[in-house]
């Protein structure tokens, strides 16, 4: 979940002053979520993504539980990637995000810092029983992209970055799959190769943005087989070797989702619709990524008008 042209809207003041007023007088009580979350929305969504979020195709029953967990992750991932602060206060600040978020999986009051995000995802924890595992592997993840970004460290190898791909993204697609009551292993199986697919596009999509602020997804075992120097890399030159390099990730980011799209004919009506989207948004952005022929590290790919014609004619026809 790398696309961040502005601050999450939970860490406005106007949603923050408005949680505050709602939440009990003791920090340590109970919250009353039949009254104050069923009334706190969720924060509206902002940033540009190239999939559809909590959209029209989504039932509308689940709107608001999806945009609950689209802002915790979201306002999350801001937490380890916006603004100047340095590794260590952001670190701390993800560790107190995680301690709002056992808190309410316990039944008692988020802090007031995050409470426009907190106590929206309490009352979906409550009706929808979402497994807290999945919301904490999210954070595991976005405290990783701080150390590694804080120690100039990258992923060694394929195997690496999944393991990534599986705390960073794949949680997401389980948290939708369980408000869908789709459970069977094959659905689940199939949700973890569009989700990893995703994060992978995200990655080849933002190598222009990511590599100058020191995060480094390229794992070192395929720059290695390319013949890829990491000097050229760093300066961001389109090289035959790089642009060997990146049309190959990309290859495998769209194998992993090929290998997924089954997934659009098991999920009923509308959410299925939305999936069709998705999957089209990120094999779009794969398009974009193999025309530039390596100018991805350069140029940010990204969705246009167009483009949602495109995506839309390609889904009727998975």
Not at 215 to 244: F, K, M, S, V
Request: proline share 8%; with cysteine; hydrophobic share 45%.
């Amino acid at each position: 979940m790398n696309d961040r042209p502005s601050p999450s809207p939970a860490s406005n003041a106007a949603p923050h002053a408005a949680a505050d007023a709602a939440l009990p007088q003791s920090p340590s009580g109970p919250v009353q979520t039949a009254t104050t979350a069923a009334i706190t929305a969720a924060p509206a969504v902002t940033h540009y993504e190239n999939f559809p979020v909590a959209s029209v195709l989504c039932p509308p029953h689940l709107r608001q539980p999806i945009a609950a967990i689209y802002a915790f992750a979201r306002t999350a991932d801001d937490i380890a990637d916006e603004g100047d602060a340095p590794p260590a206060e952001r670190l701390a600040d993800l560790a107190a995000y995680q301690a709002d978020l056992m808190a309410i999986a316990r039944g008692d009051a988020p802090s007031r810092r995050w409470a426009g995000v907190f106590l929206p995802l309490q009352a979906v924890l409550q009706s929808h029983q979402l497994p807290v595992p999945l919301l904490a592997d999210l954070l595991s993840a976005f405290a990783q992209d701080v150390e590694k970004t804080r120690d100039a460290e990258g992923y060694a190898d394929r195997a690496e970055l999944l393991d990534y791909c599986r705390r960073s993204a794949n949680p997401v697609g389980r948290l939708l799959l369980h408000l869908y009551g789709v459970t069977n292993a094959q659905a689940l199986q199939e949700s973890d190769a569009i989700c990893t697919a995703l994060q992978l596009i995200n990655f080849w999509q933002d190598l222009s943005v990511d590599i100058p602020r020191g995060r480094h997804y390229l794992p070192r075992a395929d720059c290695a087989a390319h013949g890829a120097c990491q000097a050229e890399l760093l300066a961001l030159q389109n090289t035959p070797e790089n642009i060997r390099l990146i049309t190959d990730c990309a290859q495998w980011a769209r194998a992993s989702m090929q290998s997924g799209a089954p997934l659009v004919h098991r999920l009923p009506g509308r959410a299925g619709w939305e999936l069709r989207l998705v999957v089209q948004g990120g094999l779009r952005i794969l398009d974009k990524v193999d025309a530039l022929r390596g100018g991805s590290l350069h140029t940010r790919p990204r969705l246009r008008g167009w483009d949602w014609c495109v995506m839309l004619g390609r889904a009727l026809v998975m």
